[in-house]
């Protein structure tokens, strides 16, 4: 441990070497395979001939040579709904991603030393369907070489993804055959997962031809070297030598060229392309820009950018930014976002720049330690960021004037997942094989925020020693792999060898395991107030403020971290104060400091301080993995906003800082975005004052009129999450009507409804305004009757004045994709007991069953596959039967009546839907594209339903026909999907006039 005080004066900026550095190449090793690829695209196929040779650099020989051919890749039974569940939290239609033909790939031949040589016997691994094994017919040993030729094909498919052909963009990446990984334990083949990159492999020499028709504008892992008409309609190129961890190749006739050039430290000019959609000319410039911001920064860092060029191509894969060799993806989607979102591109841009160093140079076992590419390309980001940007900058630059709504700030960004993994107790370590993660979002935890987390915790231990540490490392692993173990004695070997057993633990806890570390300030006491100004000399003691703080850690791991001070007009933290786990008491002469233990976990720190200080923070830089970060402070700060149209997105985990409360109040715009089992709350406009804590706290006060009953009203909401147990949630409502109904709405003189519920969740939704997919509620309900009164009276029956009802709720809501569902089914039941006023109080029991499916029509048959069938069938029914409780009508039940036709005690619908769609894939954009057109569908509909009282049928069954409206709209391009309804209903067999309706999501 540090035995000083830093005394940080100002903030640090660090000044990129202005004086040129003299080039120093990037280092090769010597063995890599080597690759001449003649490959050619026509249409959608692509031939390749591929001659590759391979030397065995282990000490183990070998009778077989393990060859990555993904695009034999075809998605394992059963995995299809994980997979369309990923697409989905991308916000990408699954259909369009996912593949469910697939084995593209066909090997025609492979040949021993060239096209002329003896054939070779191959066949696919029987575990691991995208591994073909070639039988070699004599061993090749510690030091030789092996070449062999390999032709084949590969299919592209119209799906967006690493191989494939999507509106006029066709792409070939990480598709070509490449050698696997193999060292002195063996072949190391990994799985293809489509959801990630699995990838492992060292680096090639590629040398290649590239034959495509004369209108395409090619971008590629290479420089092009000659270019030759054939005469033919193609041209041929020839490419500059490559070495990278990839070679890819992406074309299109649509695709303008962009470019610019920068200077490197080392006085190296290197150009830089970024083809794309001419309409997308905005972030191709800006896209140019960022990288050119990015390249000398990390070429300080890291060492040289390896390459003369560096491309930035737009293509179709649902996922934001893919890294290639030499180049970078960036989806369609990103070019399409509001200008307004610069601060994401430069984000996600910035972080896929960095790939070409992690990942490309230094390669790394993607299968098992992603954190090794996606930790380090996220910490370095950031690193760059706040260097560039300063601290925690916000991502949406909104117009003059608006600038009160909702942002994204970086930190946000950065931590909320993470922090919704350890609410949720799923925070995985950084460490372990991609099908362990289970999902993205627990890959992203993981490997990205918490791998992230240790690449800051190495730099916070080696001080101003970290860069030249990264540096000397990438310079060795060059165009190598680098492992996480190689990575652990590389530290050690930088530290010292007394080092090991502090490295050891370190990649046990933050690497390997997944405990967490939780500082926290308990108390801060003033012993002595000293002179309110800085002295002569603030820094001797005695002539300051003694100050002294109780923090307390109390989860898995005692991190070792800094105590900040900071002090009237400062922004950083001028005075830090070295902590960690401790036996002994310890002095520092500086500040006159005493750090000793007070208890189990619990440290007392007395320091003499120049100035009173403003706020005192544990870990003020946000290194550690810390399971609260917002009881890291002394003075808890809420983020307090007075905003003249507060809305759903003021309180999500994007807009609220993650660390703090956020209180928001101002006129308010609500509406229900889904139905509770209790009541579903009405849409509203009013006021509400609202706080906020991230996976922790939502709710808060309003005065409002709801639209449904047209009254005013007082409430207050609230949702405590993940709590008492990680999964579960409890909430409440209760409404007060204070006056109303207005405009004619005929309903009893009714004034309360409340509602408590306990909520287990089993399965959470990536969507931001969804119920989750999967979970039951135990609820109480009170709530006086605010249907209004029947139109047809039956005889005997009664309408309920108030009831209060308990009872269990479940659901399961697997339609995906979930804002425009083509496949999934829908439960929903209820049962609840409890009593009701007929007259006198009696005891009800009530049950409610749902049951909705849809389906796309079968494939093969033009237009009419692309229309989605839906049905669901829906009952209800309540003991006592002479009471009034349901009604058959209303926009997500029976669409020809209205609430007030028919009611009764039991009540059956059943519906059926055909979803047309008459626009697809549309582009048009609104508001600077922050709301995107994609797909509208027309929807004929068929409703039938019969409602009872008291044993008797309601007017007998009632049919509806209808038509409506569903527009499936982007929200910010990728960040969130929803379907807006518009339907129109008639009663065929009763006088009732035709009913409109308007909602968000399908009725069902
Ligand atoms: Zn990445």
Redesign the pocket.
């Known amino acids: 441990m540090p035995a000083a005080i830093r005394f940080v004066l100002g903030l640090c900026v660090l000044a990129l070497a202005t004086t040129v550095v003299r080039a120093e190449p990037v280092p090769v090793p010597t063995g890599l395979p080597k690759y001449q690829v003649d490959l050619e695209i026509a249409g959608n196929i692509v031939t390749f001939r591929e001659t590759v040779t391979w030397t065995n650099l282990s000490k183990r020989p070998t009778d077989t040579v393990q060859i990555n051919f993904y695009p034999n890749f075809q998605i394992p039974k059963g995995d299809y709904l994980l997979l369309a569940k990923t697409l989905e939290l991308l916000r990408l239609n699954p259909e369009y991603g996912i593949d469910v033909k697939g084995r593209h790939g066909k090997i025609k031949r492979v040949n021993m030393g060239s096209p002329e040589g003896d054939l070779l016997a191959y066949h696919y691994s029987q575990s691991n369907p995208t591994t073909l094994i070639l039988e070699l017919p004599k061993t090749v040993a510690a030091g030789e070489s092996v070449t062999l030729f390999m032709e084949g094909t590969i299919c592209l498919a119209n799906k967006q993804g690493r191989w494939g052909h999507w509106q006029g963009i066709t792409y070939v990446s990480n598709a070509l055959p490449v050698v696997a990984f193999y060292d002195d334990d063996g072949w190391h083949d990994t799985q293809f997962i489509p959801w990630h990159q699995p990838f492992w492999n060292e680096a090639g020499v590629y040398n290649a031809t590239l034959t495509l028709a004369k209108d395409q504008v090619l971008a590629c892992s290479a420089a092009v070297k000659t270019e030759l008409d054939l005469g033919d309609g193609r041209k041929r190129y020839t490419m500059q030598p490559f070495v990278g961890r990839d070679f890819a190749v992406v074309c299109s006739a649509l695709y303008k060229e962009f470019r610019s050039t920068v200077k490197l430290p080392d006085g190296r000019e290197v150009t830089l392309k970024c083809v794309a959609y001419a309409k997308h000319e905005f972030y191709a410039r800006e896209i140019l820009q960022i990288v050119a911001d990015a390249l000398p920064v990390y070429s300080a860092w890291f060492g040289p950018f390896p390459y003369d060029q560096f491309t930035i191509a737009e293509s179709f894969f649902g996922w934001n930014?893919n890294?290639l060799g030499g180049m970078i993806l960036i989806d369609e989607r990103v070019f399409d976002m509001p200008h307004l979102a610069r601060g994401y591109v430069e984000y996600l841009v910035s972080?896929?720049t960095?790939?070409q160093w992690w990942?490309n140079q230094v390669g790394t076992n993607g299968y098992s330690e992603t954190f090794m590419?996606?930790g380090a390309?996220?910490y370095f980001t950031h690193r760059l960021l706040n260097q560039k940007r300063g601290k925690n900058n916000p991502l949406l630059n909104w117009p003059d004037g608006l600038d009160w709504l909702p942002n994204i700030y970086r930190d946000t960004y950065r931590n909320a997942s993470l922090h919704g993994a350890i609410r949720r107790n799923d925070a995985p370590p950084a460490a372990g094989d991609l099908p362990e993660f289970g999902h993205l979002i627990n890959l992203f935890s993981g490997a990205?925020d918490r791998g992230s987390k240790v690449f800051g915790m190495i730099e916070s231990r080696l001080g101003a020693e970290f860069l030249p540490f990264i540096k000397q490392l990438v310079r060795k692993y060059s165009f190598r792999v680098l492992s996480a173990k190689q990575f652990k004695a590389e530290l050690t070997a930088f530290v010292g060898k007394d080092s090991a057993g502090n490295w050891d633990e370190f990649f046990g806890r933050w690497v390997y395991g997944r405990g967490l570390t939780d500082w926290r300030v308990d108390s801060v006491r003033m012993i002595d107030q000293g002179p309110r100004h800085r002295g002569s000399d603030p820094m001797s003691a005695g002539s300051g403020v003694r100050v002294e703080v109780i923090v307390s850690q109390d989860r898995e791991f005692d991190e070792p971290t800094e105590l900040g001070f900071r002090f009237v007009g400062d922004v950083g933290y001028q005075v830090r104060v070295p902590i960690g786990p401790m036996n002994q008491p310890q002095q520092m002469v500086e500040g006159n400091c005493e750090i000793e233990p007070a208890g189990p976990k619990k440290l007392r720190v007395r320091v003499t301080l120049p100035a009173r200080p403003t706020q005192i923070t544990v870990d003020p830089d946000q290194i550690l993995v810390d399971a609260n970060p917002g009881n890291n402070f002394w003075k808890i700060q809420p983020k307090i906003s007075v905003v003249p149209l507060y809305t759903l997105l003021n309180d999500t985990d994007l807009t609220a800082d993650y660390d703090r409360w956020n209180l928001t109040a101002g006129p308010w715009v609500w509406g229900a975005s889904y139905q509770d089992p209790w009541y579903t709350r009405s849409t509203m406009l009013g006021l509400r004052a609202g706080a906020y804590r991230t996976q922790t706290f939502s709710g808060g006060v309003y005065s409002a009129f709801r639209t449904d009953y047209r009254d005013l009203i007082v409430g207050v909401d609230g949702l405590i999450d993940h709590w008492p147990l990680p999964k579960t949630q409890v909430g409440f409502n209760y409404e007060y009507r204070l006056a109303g109904p207005f405009f004619g709405n005929r309903g009893e003189d009714t004034q309360h409804r409340a509602t408590v519920f306990g909520r287990y969740v089993f399965q959470y939704i990536s969507s931001l305004y969804l119920a989750p997919m999967n979970y039951i509620d135990a609820y109480s309900t009170y709530q006086d009757n605010f249907l209004p009164f029947a139109e047809t009276a039956t005889p005997g029956s009664i309408r309920p004045a108030e009831q209060w009802l308990t009872g269990l709720h479940y659901r399961l809501n697997l339609y995906t994709p979930y804002w425009d569902p083509d496949r999934g089914v829908w439960v929903d039941v209820s049962a609840v007991g409890g009593t009701a006023n007929l007259g006198p109080q009696v005891e009800t029991y009530q049950g409610r069953g749902e049951f909705a499916i849809v389906r796309k029509l079968p494939e093969g048959h033009g237009y009419l596959s692309k229309i989605r069938a839906a049905g669901r069938i829906l009952t209800q029914g309540a003991f006592p039967d002479n009471g009034l409780f349901f009604t058959l009508g209303g926009s997500t039940q029976f669409r020809g009546f209205d609430l007030a036709e028919r009611q009764g005690s039991f009540l059956w619908i059943a519906n059926a839907e055909l979803r047309m769609p008459i626009i697809r894939d549309s582009q048009r954009n609104f508001l600077d594209s922050t709301v995107g057109l994609r797909n509208v569908n027309v929807a004929a509909f068929y409703d039938v339903g019969n409602i009872y009282a008291n044993g008797q049928s309601v007017g007998g069954a009632a049919h509806a026909l209808g038509l409506g409206l569903r527009v499936d709209i982007a929200i910010f391009s990728f960040i969130e999907r929803a379907t807006l309804r518009f339907d129109a209903a008639k009663t065929v067999n009763a006088a009732s006039p035709i009913q409109f309706w308007f909602g968000i999501q399908n009725a069902f």
Do not use: P, S, V
Request: glycine share 8%; aromatic share 16%; charged share 35%.
């Open positions: 930014g890294e972080h896929e960095c790939h990942y590419d996606e390309a996220t990205y």
